[in-house]
T-cell receptor
Framework: LAKTTQPISMDSYEGQEVNITCSHNNIATNDYITWYQQFPSQGPRFIIQGYKTKVTNEVASLFIPADRKSSTLSLPRVSLSDTAVYYCLVGAYNSGNTPLVFGKGTRLSVIA | EAQVTQNPRYLITVTGKKLTVTCSQNMNHEYMSWYRQDPGLGLRQIYYSMNVEVTDKGDVPEGYKVSRKEKRNFPLILESPSPNQTSLYFC????WGRGNSNQPQHFGDGTRLSIL
């Protein structure tokens, strides 16, 4: 199983760019990297997913180096509403009988 | 509205009393999964199912059972609950299969179980 490691917490001021890195040293060839956001009393919500290089959508960017042993979620110009826990997930849904392993999450606190 | 629905949202019960947490999705997803979330441990997968009548153990399956008799439903069964199963539980679903690999999971809003 691809184990992931993330920082436990991060603080940021509003308007700053936030980068959260996830380490996944034993990522498998078929594994994708997916990030989720979770607010209190809610289920996690999909943010972004990638396999290699860079992926960008309307809310975030995901940077994945060539060796794929880590990934960085980048949130541009955070606001107070971005305060949440962010989870990195590494796995491949089509790899058969393989459980999916979430990291322990990074608690991001955005300060005014 | 596309959603994953869990019931109940909250439950307090006693050790040994069998309970079932239901999960239903209306998106015709093949893949369904149960997670538990505990402070400092993040989300851990309990069981998952890639389609009807196909279930597999996740990271922490001990003490739990699941069934997948219909595509939309994936109940979690605690035959003899114990206090160490007190936790926040999430059900999730996604598309899976040829051409749909690695679709994002849609999560329910969670079920908070307290086993006394």
């Amino acid at each position: 199983l691809a184990k992931t490691t993330q920082p436990i917490s991060m603080d940021s001021y509003e308007g700053q760019e936030v980068n959260i890195t996830c380490s996944h040293n034993n990522i498998a060839t078929n594994d994708y990297i997916t990030w989720y956001q979770q607010f209190p009393s809610q289920g996690p919500r999909f943010i972004i997913q990638g396999y290699k290089t860079k992926v960008t959508n309307e809310v975030a960017s995901l940077f994945i180096p060539a060796d794929r042993k880590s990934s960085t979620l980048s949130l541009p110009r955070v606001s107070l509403s971005d305060t949440a826990v962010y989870y990195c997930l590494v796995g491949a849904y089509n790899s058969g009988n393989t459980p999916l392993v979430f990291g322990k999450g990074t608690r991001l606190s955005v300060i005014a | 509205e596309a959603q994953v629905t869990q019931n109940p949202r909250y439950l307090i019960t006693v050790t040994g009393k069998k309970l079932t947490v239901t999960c239903s999705q209306n998106m015709n997803h093949e893949y369904m999964s149960w997670y538990r979330q505990d402070p400092g441990l993040g989300l851990r997968q309990i069981y998952y199912s890639m389609n009807v009548e196909v279930t597999d153990k996740g990271d922490v399956p001990e003490g739990y059972k699941v069934s997948r008799k219909e595509k939309r439903n994936f109940p979690l069964i605690l035959e003899s609950p114990s206090p160490n199963q007190t936790s926040l539980y999430f059900c999730a679903s996604s598309l899976w299969g040829r051409g749909n690999s690695n679709q994002p999971q849609h999560f329910g809003d969670g079920t908070r179980l307290s086993i006394l």
